[in-house]
């Protein structure tokens, strides 16, 4: 039974490139949320959606960033025209039908913004 | 007030040493309460669930203070492995998330 899968474990941009991770939840999780972790600071919020629908974006950037999840394929962080303060760990975590949350993490997309 | 406050440490132990962690939360209509564990550079682990006014698993005991709105975590007979950043956040309310304090790092040493 896979767990939360997050791809690309790493990865490298340039200032003004676009990010894209992805996240698939653990099966039969039907809510993913994304944080944010800065070196040396807390998660941080950023989204919470299910199928076909944004739940929560209270937590993200008000531009360039953006967040899908799909009714078929995985759930997507979309970050355009990077800069070097996006430079962060992004978690993604999933929960049941049933929110109790209780929050299986992924094993986190490291972005470094050259 | 911050939403979820924790003292950041760091707590240096001798091994078998008890220490305690508080977390203090404001938003009063929070259910749930987790203690989360994570290690250096890796992803954040569910440690112990309070649903009500406690738990205990093992050398691990969580207590729930709603009238005071804090949350404590204690660990007994502390081992070289407890060595990490404990996260603490309280679920429930208006929000559909998990709102994580700052994390509290615990040392413990030989």
């Known amino acids: 039974n896979a767990g939360v899968m997050q791809n690309p474990r790493h990865l490298v941009r340039r200032r003004g490139q676009e990010a894209r991770l992805r996240c698939s939840p653990m099966?039969?999780?039907?809510?993913v949320y994304w944080y944010r972790q800065l070196p040396e600071e807390g998660l941080k919020f950023m989204v919470y959606?299910?199928?076909?629908?944004?739940?929560?974006e209270s937590g993200m950037p008000k531009e360039r960033f953006s967040a899908e999840f799909p009714k078929e394929g995985p759930s997507i962080l979309r970050i355009q025209q990077v800069v070097r303060g996006d430079s962060a760990a992004y978690f993604c975590a999933s929960s049941p039908v049933t929110e109790t949350g209780e929050l299986f993490f992924g094993e986190g997309s490291r972005l470094t913004v050259l | 007030r911050k939403e979820v406050e924790q003292d950041p440490g760091p707590f240096n132990v001798p091994e078998g040493a008890t220490v305690a962690f508080n977390c203090t939360y404001s938003?009063?209509?929070?259910?749930?309460f987790f203690w989360y564990r994570q290690d250096c550079r890796k992803e954040p682990k569910l440690l112990m669930s309070v649903y009500s006014s406690g738990n205990e698993d093992g050398r691990f005991t969580a207590q729930l203070n709603r009238a005071s709105q804090y949350i404590s975590l204690l660990i007994r007979d502390s081992k070289l492995s407890d060595s990490a950043t404990y996260l603490c956040a309280p679920f429930g309310g208006s929000q559909g998330n998990l709102i994580f304090g700052k994390g509290t790092k615990l040392s413990v040493k030989p």
């Open positions: 099966k039969g999780h039907s809510h």
């Open positions: 938003n009063s209509a929070s259910q749930s």
């Open positions: 959606l299910q199928k076909e629908n944004i739940i929560d």
